[in-house]
T-cell receptor
């Protein structure tokens, strides 16, 4: 069965600094999708970034980028120039055709210090 | 652009009472629709998903049910709530893409407290 692991329950970063959130997953599929979602205190889940497994190029969205290592089954999120508004719970998620559903990790709570 | 609505935003219900949560999507046709539950301090658990009107797949056996009476409307129901039904309920949609996946977009959620 597919699993998603986020080994960092909490992280902290200074404003304007860079932080990397870790995510590993386990799958036997070759074609799948990976996502990072942000959940601020309002609790609405907001898509941060998406990566297709068949693409070798790492996805980027403004200050957010990923380091996708398919062989290592690793999918980390880098946040550059951290802002106070980045403080939130971040969830890594996996989607594969075998299960046809989105599988979430347990989340990493990111605090941004002014 | 597409938007997703959920209501109510907050609900406090006694044990044994019925439940009806509603989710609607605007700006798209024939979406895939999903219901998730998030317990306090935990990740999301998929409860139901639907690929079309009247088509519901259940992921977790429980006292909840889902219905899709219209293309862009998804309803989560219960005849008798349990204490363990408390949580944050999120509805999501994705474009129907014929077997492959598209990104899921989430609604604002409903916070349910069962007393």
């Amino acid at each position: 069965a597919q699993t998603v692991t986020q080994s960092q329950p909490e992280m902290s970063v200074q404003e304007a600094e860079t932080v990397t959130l870790s995510c590993t997953y386990d799958t036997s599929e070759s074609d799948y999708y990976l996502f990072w979602y942000k959940q601020p205190p309002s609790r609405q889940m907001i898509l941060v970034i998406r990566q297709e497994a068949y693409k070798q190029q790492n996805a980027t969205e403004n200050r957010f980028s990923v380091n996708f290592q398919k062989a290592a089954k690793s999918f980390s999120l880098k946040i550059s120039d951290s802002q106070l508004g980045d403080a939130a719970m971040y969830f890594c998620a996996y989607y594969g055709g075998a299960t046809n559903k989105l599988i979430f990790g347990t989340g990493t709570l990111l605090a941004v210090q002014p | 652009s597409q938007t997703i609505h959920q209501w109510p935003a907050t609900l406090v219900q006694p044990v044994g009472s019925p439940l009806s949560l509603e989710c609607t999507v605007e700006g798209t046709s024939n979406p895939n629709l999903y219901w998730y539950r998030q317990a306090a301090g935990r990740g999301l658990q998929l409860l139901f998903y639907s690929v079309g009107i009247g088509q519901i797949s259940s992921e977790v056996p429980q006292n909840l049910s889902a219905s899709r009476p219209q293309d862009r409307q998804f309803i989560l129901s219960s005849k008798k709530l349990l204490l363990s039904d408390s949580g944050f309920y999120l509805c999501a949609w994705s474009r129907f893409s014929g077997g492959s996946t598209d990104t899921q977009y989430f609604g604002p959620g409903t916070r349910l407290t069962v007393l």
